[in-house]
């Protein structure tokens, strides 16, 4: 069976330059916060394009810090996509918010906007939009819905860092963006990490101290915050894979081109708007029978995962309260999605093979 996404292959290609920079942190021994924590910060906010980079212990801390630092809690309601990964509203619960569930735009997977203005109240204080398999949504459109409500705007760029939306990358078109650095996201560490972005001073040094056990100075606490601080010694593996992550996503729109060349025409695949990039963090379609189809594709040593089997107001955490809701295009996606495997060291030939693949097991599940 070939792996889902390899990521031991760019392990040996980078091997040296990773134990190099392991080494030079056990021998400053600065293990949180030490320099290649700002290091990397700098690099993030540049690669992005925006003022503020604030590594994270993970992407859900990173989905959490924002809400915290905008006062973000009980009574107040916050808007995002029924079909995304569980944290974007496990995050808006744990503040104490209310999730408040929209359709996603069955050709993208990301929220409908032109549904969400239906939604909202005068308790609504945030959007939170998904870029979901690694595309923004369209965040135009978001930002000028929030403007006018009043609203926060908070991208899930968990998925999607290194995309662009209309030049600009994603993590910098709104305002405050979350992303993850869990090894299986287009750019891991080697365990948990994340990041926060933003062009907001203000928001960004609340942030930075709710990171932090809410420490305005060491042992001066103003705020209730959290320990969402990243190891030091992630971020030194961090900076030498972001080194090569932009070649990295043109050898994933490379394996993506072979795919929509054997599949767009044959089946429902993702679609990525003309003036957008995405990096592909699944490669998702659709097909009839899923479990038949997965089957078929293991028998054949190719494995395929489902994201998401089950829409976020139907978990059960949240079945009593939103379980009723029915959002047509996203209880569609999450009974009939499959992704097959996704990452830059698959060769052209690999990425035929699995393509066609696709389509034998398709035919056979007829
Ligand atoms: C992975 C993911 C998260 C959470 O990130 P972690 O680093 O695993 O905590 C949040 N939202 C989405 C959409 C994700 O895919």
Redesign the pocket.
């Known amino acids: 069976m070939m792996p889902f996404i390899d990521l031991k292959t760019q392990y040996k290609h980078i091997k040296p330059k990773i134990m190099k920079r392991i080494e030079t942190v056990l021998e400053h021994g600065q293990y949180i916060l030490g320099p290649e924590v700002e290091e990397l910060e700098r690099e993030l906010a540049a690669f992005v394009g925006c003022e503020y980079a604030i590594t994270m212990?993970?992407?859900?801390?990173?989905?959490m810090v924002p809400m915290m630092a905008m006062g973000i809690g009980p009574g107040d309601e916050v808007i995002t996509s029924a079909f995304?990964?569980?944290?974007?509203a496990e995050?808006i619960s744990l503040v104490g918010a209310t999730p408040v569930f929209v359709d996603i735009d069955p050709a993208t997977y990301t929220i409908d906007v032109a549904q969400i203005e239906k939604y909202i109240t005068p308790k609504t204080k945030a959007i939170v939009p998904?870029?979901?398999y690694g595309q923004t949504a369209d965040m135009d459109a978001l930002s000028a819905l929030a403007k006018k409500h009043n609203l926060y705007l908070i991208e899930?760029?968990?998925?999607s860092f290194g995309a662009t939306y209309k030049g600009r990358k994603s993590c910098n078109l709104s305002h405050v963006a979350?992303?993850?650095?869990?090894p299986?996201?287009p750019l891991g560490c080697y365990g948990?990490?994340?990041a926060i972005f933003t062009n907001d001073s203000t928001l960004a040094k609340a942030m930075k101290e709710v990171r932090n056990q809410g420490q305005e100075k060491r042992y001066y606490h103003t705020r209730i915050g959290m320990n969402g601080r990243l190891d030091t010694l992630q971020c030194a593996i961090l900076l030498e894979k972001l080194a090569i992550f932009p070649e990295e996503i043109q050898k994933r729109e490379r394996i993506a081109q072979i795919y929509l060349k054997h599949l767009a025409s044959k089946m429902k695949v993702m679609t990525v708007p003309k003036d957008q990039t995405c990096v592909w963090?699944q490669f998702t379609m659709e097909v009839d029978n899923r479990d038949q189809f997965q089957k078929l594709m293991q028998e054949r040593g190719i494995p395929t995962s489902v994201?998401y089997p089950l829409p976020m107001n139907k978990q059960p955490v949240y079945q009593a309260e939103f379980g009723h809701l029915i959002f047509e295009h996203t209880d569609n996606a999450a009974a009939r999605v499959v992704s097959i495997p996704m990452h830059p060291y698959l060769t052209d030939l690999e990425a035929e093979t699995i393509a066609k693949t696709v389509l034998e097991c398709v035919g056979q599940t007829k």
């Open positions: 212990s993970n992407g859900t801390d990173a989905l995304s990964f569980f944290a974007t995050m998904v870029s979901l899930d760029g968990a998925q979350a992303t993850s650095f869990f299986a996201k948990d990490g994340g963090a994201h």
